[in-house]
């Protein structure tokens, strides 16, 4: 018999919440009409969209409204990834006399390979340090904020470790400097409050299969007033800003999961954190030599990262799945060799925990029982891995 999925790995997707689907499905089978069509049909839809869009603002703090009544300054995109390179495009050629670009050592390869991309059409890219628990250096990012930087670009919470940067802050200094401000807000979006018009963000990234929506849609925030250079050429959709004909079912659905989030914010919140703290001191009274990594005063709720030293993660990995429980590890394993990944590095985590490093990340679903039942696991499973472990047995 198969064994029931324990699912911890909520940072690399979600569930579409039941209440998503069944406000999608309407759209694929009876109101499957083009939102840019003349007839009542398909032209009905696009109010729908905008229903959806006012959604996503006011998850955000966008207060901004139209004449219409629409928050234009939300655009639907395919993913976070077209958030983020549609917001660096933007931003460069925004200020297209400055030719720095200002970023941490620890962001989402959205980011980080698009940046190669400017490097290679002669950008400075100069990426922030993080310290051991992945907290932005503020003495280094201010020494390199100057006149030439176009835009800054620090993440809002980091998808491995969970700690949140401290974005308003990091955003108050690059205006001071004239440089643009975004924030990879992908982990963050409907699990921390995010106010971009309090914080004054420049632009905002979303991913709706972060949180509850399915994949395929993503949100660009770009404040009213600044140049918009689109990343997608074609239609006249998302007011010329996104060629394409829009992902309808999956923007209702963003939309519904946006109230959803926005609604029971505080409780799950409260809820995550319980979970989540529960679980940790779980691990930390039952098995010896482990480490909780990231910001412990400012760290998303549901994110924990343990590293269990002397062992590797794949194969925590793959004990755990034979019980069910998923979950990841802070190893790239692309070239056979099991590199620890870029943001354990930038982290310094020692080699020997940097290799066994387990990310859970949990979501609404997830139950006390379920986190009980992965400690309770794990205890055996570290051990064996351990009377194996050259390194261990040297200790
Ligand atoms: N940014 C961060 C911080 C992420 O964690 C992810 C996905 O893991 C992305 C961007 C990319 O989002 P998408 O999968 O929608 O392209």
Known sequence: ???????????????????????????????????????????????????????????????YRNKDGFATEIIFTSCGTESDNTALKCAVCAKSDRKKIITSAVEHPGI????????????????????????????EFCAALDDNTAVVSMMYANNETGTIFPVAELCRLAHEAGAYFHTDAVQAAGKIAIDVDRDQFDFLSISGH??????????????????????????????????GTENVASIIGLGEACKMAKAALPQEVKYLAGLRDAFETKLQSTIPSIRINGDPEHRLPNTASVSFEDIEG?????????????????????????????????MNIPYNAAHGTIRFSLSKYNTAEELDFTAEKLVPIIARLREMSPYWKQK
Do not use: W
């Open 314 to 346: 794949e194969s925590i990995l793959m004990l755990l799945d034979q019980f069910g429980i998923c979950a990841s590890s802070g190893s790239a394993c692309t070239t056979g060799s099991l590199e620890p990944s870029h943001v354990m590095r930038a």
């Open 1 to 63: 018999m198969e064994a029931k999925t324990i699912y911890l790995d909520n940072n690399a997707t979600t569930r579409v919440a039941p209440e998503v689907f069944e406000a999608m499905k309407p759209f694929f089978c009876e109101r499957y009409g083009n939102p840019s069509s003349i007839h009542r049909f398909g032209g009905s839809v696009a109010a729908d969209i905008e229903n959806a869009r006012v959604a996503v603002a006011e998850l955000i703090g966008a207060n």
């Open 210 to 243: 972060k949180l509850h929506a399915p994949k395929g849609v993503g949100v660009l925030f770009a404040r009213r007033g600044i140049p918009f250079t689109p990343l997608i050429l074609g239609g006249h959709q998302e007011k010329m800003r996104r060629g």
């Open 112 to 139: 980080n390979h698009y940046l190669d991309e400017l490097s290679r059409h002669g950008y400075e890219i100069v990426k922030i340090g993080v310290d051991g628990q992945g907290r932005i250096k503020m003495d």
